[in-house]
């Protein structure tokens, strides 16, 4: 369980504080063990800044962030990296293009483990063990373990971060619009694999997205920000009775000078 | 030519070769690994090979003098990175202030040596220890000479080739990779990147002071002007093995900085057949052979595609008259 408890970030552009952006001004939300909770909001809403704050990207200005009881708002990014998982938009980010797949799923499944750092990395049994966990993706990537990332697509290489981000069973997964550089068909795959990995892990899990129907289909919680704080938080029954209409009436009534359009 | 001056002609740029491939993987792991454009070569060498002759020549063991120049290349490479790490100097910048300290280093040594940079030859080091090694076990005086260098810096290189190849393929050696390819990967998935940013330094510049001391200790001398041109040397001989041998693997990539650093040396012997050693220009000459080693690949890469492209409109132009 994670415990966000008034988190406010502002960046300052230069030394005039009129040009201070507010991007988190105030937010406090509890993810529970069992939640998958999407997050949407127009651009500038604070859901990307939200998402940093929690993995360690930047520093909190003020608030506090609880993670099964223990405080971690201090504690730096990679550290935290032992219990929260993560997945970006770009397919680029979340591993390494130049070198082979198996690489890069070893890097990832010492996350919060403690190896010893003089060990042999590229051991045949871990090759095996990565190929079982391959397999049932349904992407022939087992036989592709020695191939470099780069020569892979896009859906690939986020199916391969999704499985890097929860090989070694995160207390948090961080989705942050993992599926907004995809196709539509690519995308639908990945959304469906995450929804397994989740389900099947018990990963509590933050999910941002720009697709309100990903938004309303996937997750048992839905949360809207706008200006840096959280408007809209519902889940259950009420969140599976959300309609597309609904989110858009509720991001008119709060940015009304906006088209529902440009927001998404 | 003589058969001697033919020996000569193949077999110095071996020894040369084998010597400079250490620095050129130091270069390599800053460069291609870390992805720093590291300059503090052209300061950790100069000190090094100075401060190499001034303790042999206070009789130092040549070994404990190995030892103690690459412990000072690990601490200016822990330096070196702690000053962009901590103090947010630009890595290039760094690098350049490093070069100039240790640079100056470099020179207070001398002058307290009185202004001496050369060595007897008769003063014990690492080479003399090795060639007297083989003449006892009954080797011809002949055959030392010649082979006495290549052997102890090939076993130098061979021990710090292996130990690379070893150390990359450990999860530490990953993870360092990672913190050079990737920065949000790497922690993404855990990697503490500044540690791993300060190590790879620290192995590079420790490449690079080995590489100085059996420079200094095979040419018995030692002067602040051995940096000049460094970090050119450095990269010609990457980027030349680079473009001549397929470095897809990480180990490839080793073996091509030892082949780029033999074809160097050996463009470099081919030059000195039309110009003397001491000729001023040899800078400029070696300034040059860098731009070739990077402008050609690239330039045999746009011939390829234009070729490519004429051909495919050739071949429509053709289909439709």
């Not at chain 2, 030349?240 to 897809?248: C, F, K, S, T």
């Given at each position: ?5 008034n ?9 005039n ?23 949407i909001?127009?651009n500038g ?13 930047h520093?909190?200005?003020e608030g ?27 397919p680029m980010q ?7 797949l ?28 990565f ?20 020569t892979?697509?896009?859906g ?8 890097m981000a929860?090989?070694?069973?995160p ?52 949360i809207?920000?706008?200006?840096g ?8 029954e ?13 991001f ?13 | ?27 390599f ?32 063991n ?17 330096i ?8 947010k100097?630009?890595?290039?910048l ?13 020179i ?5 040596n ?7 030859a ?9 060639s007297?090694?083989?003449?006892n ?14 052997l ?31 920065k ?7 990697i ?12 590079s510049?420790?490449?690079?002071a ?6 200094a ?5 030692g002067?602040?002007?051995d ?22 693997s ?18 470099i ?10 000729d ?17 690949p ?17 071949k429509?132009?053709k289909e439709?008259?």
């Amino acid at each position: 369980m994670l415990e966000c408890i008034n988190l406010k970030k502002t960046f300052h552009l230069d030394n005039n504080p009129d040009n201070d952006k507010k991007a988190l001004q105030g937010v406090s939300l509890t993810i529970h063990d069992n939640d998958f909770i999407s997050v949407i909001g127009g651009n500038g809403s604070g859901k990307t800044t939200l998402l940093n704050l929690i993995a360690g990207v930047h520093s909190i200005d003020e608030g506090h962030l609880i993670l099964d009881g223990v405080d971690i708002t201090a504690v730096p990014e990679y550290q935290r990296a032992k219990w929260i998982g993560r997945v970006f938009q770009d397919p680029m980010q979340g591993t390494i293009a130049s070198i082979s797949l198996f690489e890069n799923l070893v890097l990832a499944s010492n996350r919060g483990k403690k190896v010893s750092p003089f060990k042999w990395a590229l051991t045949k049994e871990k090759k095996a063990e990565f190929a079982e966990l391959l397999r049932p993706l349904n992407l022939g990537l087992e036989d592709r373990l020695d191939a470099k990332i780069g020569t892979f697509s896009g859906g690939q290489r986020q199916s391969v971060t999704l499985l890097m981000a929860t090989m070694s069973t995160p207390k948090l997964l961080l989705l942050d619009e993992h599926t907004a550089a995809l196709d539509p068909k690519t995308a639908k795959t990945v959304m469906e694999l995450t929804e397994r990995i989740v389900q099947a892990n018990h990963i509590p899990t933050l999910m941002i997205t720009h697709n309100m129907k990903d938004a309303i289909r996937y997750g048992n919680r839905l949360i809207m920000m706008s200006e840096g704080k959280i408007i809209f938080d519902c889940e259950g029954e009420a969140k599976s009775k959300l309609k597309i209409e609904d989110l858009i009436a509720k991001f008119s009534q709060t940015e009304a000078s906006l088209e529902p359009d440009t927001l998404f | 030519m003589s058969g001697y001056e033919i020996q000569t002609f193949f077999l110095s740029p071996l020894t040369s070769g084998l010597i400079f491939a250490l620095l050129a993987l130091g270069v390599f792991i800053a460069y291609r690994v870390l992805d720093i454009a590291d300059l503090s070569v052209e300061g950790v060498f100069p000190l090094v090979t100075v401060f190499s002759c001034f303790l042999l020549l206070r009789g130092w063991n040549p070994f404990l003098v190995v030892l103690l120049m690459i412990v000072i290349g690990v601490l200016a490479g822990i330096i070196n990175a702690c000053l962009s790490l901590y103090l947010k100097i630009p890595p290039l910048l760094s690098g350049i202030i490093m070069m100039a300290a240790l640079f100056a280093i470099a020179i207070i040594l001398v002058k307290l040596n009185n202004g001496q940079v050369n060595l007897d030859a008769s003063t014990f080091t690492v080479f003399s220890w090795f060639s007297t090694l083989l003449l006892n076990w009954g080797m011809s005086k002949v055959w030392v000479n010649f082979l006495s260098p290549i052997l102890i810096t090939g076993i130098f290189l061979g021990l710090s080739m292996g130990g690379i190849y070893f150390f990359f393929g450990t999860e530490m050696g990953l993870a360092l990779r990672a913190s050079g390819k990737n920065k949000q990967m790497a922690k993404a998935n855990g990697i503490n990147v500044k540690l791993m940013t300060i190590i790879g330094l620290a192995i590079s510049s420790l490449l690079v002071a080995l590489s100085a001391t059996l420079y200094a200790q095979k040419n018995l001398t030692g002067s602040p002007q051995d940096g000049q041109g460094m970090i050119v040397l450095g990269l010609s001989t990457l980027f030349l093995g680079e473009a001549i041998i397929p470095h897809a693997s990480f180990k490839m990539h080793l073996w091509a900085t030892l082949g780029g650093s033999f074809l160097y040396w050996y463009i470099i012997q081919i030059l000195f057949q039309f110009v003397p050693k001491s000729d001023t220009f040899l800078y400029l000459y070696k300034a040059l052979l860098l731009v070739l080693v990077l402008a050609v690949p690239y330039l045999i890469q746009r011939y390829k595609k234009k070729r490519a492209r004429r051909l495919v409109d050739e071949k429509e132009a053709k289909e439709h008259a």
